[in-house]
């Protein structure tokens, strides 16, 4: 294990003040959108009704949580399509929906109507979203699909690595959010803190393009209650989306508690930085 404080930027020390989320200084607050997919899968793993992902929701949105995250896979291993529709009618805070950009999908989103879509890559064999969606190379079809989708009045978002690349792929193609996929600096946390500082970097670097280009800037994966003080703290952040550590605790603690106990982390590592700011 390696330090726990991220050594300062070099280029706060000019006296120039750190970003802040609007134009009148104070931060925004950092939802939590929590994604209840691994419940499902508790749910599956016996063929029966319980545990429910809609009780979930209500739980998750009870406990303080600004909304809800689910991904229907291709595969269906987890969240199914009449879950979906269900938490469209139970939902009352944001329902972000991740999906594939397949023709079927996009159907079924625009009959769910979330009010945002988080675009991912999918892979069948895949444990769980591996890497970026890759915007660049897929600049058609996600432009076709980004426009569906807006067209039902959904918000799109890319889930993206960080890379300059891939922010203005993004923009491009009409998207009004990305969420920088924090996997790689969660894997490095641990082991190599090194690593996962040069990881956090590139997310800044990200988040202040996206930002300048209009982007709402969201993050998530891999995030847990020890590394998601320095994520928390990214300029420009609008959201995080955590899902298994949340599911993962709630074993123990409970969900109410499990999701009260991240959001006082994120307010936590919010304090931090109005302190050093
Ligand atoms: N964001 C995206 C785009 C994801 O695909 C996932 C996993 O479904 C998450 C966030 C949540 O990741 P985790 O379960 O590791 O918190």
């Known amino acids: 294990m ?13 006296g120039s003040q750190p970003p ?31 545990p429910d992902p809609l009780h979930a ?16 896979r291709e595969d269906r291993r987890h969240i199914r399509d009449e879950d979906a529709l269900a938490l469209r ?18 159907k079924i989103a625009q009959r769910v109507r979330p009010d945002q879509v988080t675009l991912v890559p999918e892979k069948r064999e895949e444990l769980t979203t591996e890497g970026g969606l890759d915007v660049a190379a897929h600049k058609d079809s996600l432009t076709k699909t980004t426009r569906k989708l807006r067209r039902a009045g959904i918000a799109v978002s890319m889930f993206i690595d960080p890379e300059e690349e891939q922010v203005i792929a993004s923009r491009a193609c009409g998207a009004t959010h ?9 894997r490095h946390y641990d082991r190599e803190r090194e690593l996962a500082f040069h990881e956090l970097d590139r997310l800044e670097a990200a988040a202040l393009l996206a930002h300048g280009q209009g982007l709402v800037v ?17 300029p420009f952040l609008n959201e995080l989306n955590t899902g298994h550590a949340i599911i993962g605790r709630a074993v123990f603690s409970g969900l109410d508690l499990a999701v009260r106990d991240m959001i ?14």
Do not use: W
């Open 20 to 50: 802040t989320s609007n134009p009148e200084g104070g931060r925004q607050m950092v939802n939590l959108c929590v994604n209840i997919d691994h419940v499902a899968t508790i749910r599956n793993a016996r063929g029966e009704t319980e």
């Open 57 to 72: 929701a209500v739980v998750c949105e009870l406990a303080g949580a600004h909304g809800i995250t689910f991904h229907l």
């Open 264 to 277: 006082a982390a994120i307010r936590e590592a919010e304090q931090v930085l109005e302190h050093e700011e």
């Open 218 to 234: 969201n993050a998530g994966h891999g995030l847990n209650y020890r590394n998601t003080a320095h994520v928390a703290r990214l």
């Open 89 to 106: 009618r139970i939902v009352k805070g944001l329902l972000n929906m991740e999906m594939a950009d397949t023709p079927e999908m996009v």
């Open 2 to 14: 390696g330090k726990t404080t991220r050594p300062r930027k070099t280029r706060r020390t000019d």
């Open 178 to 186: 990305i969420e920088l996929h924090t996997g790689q600096y969660a």
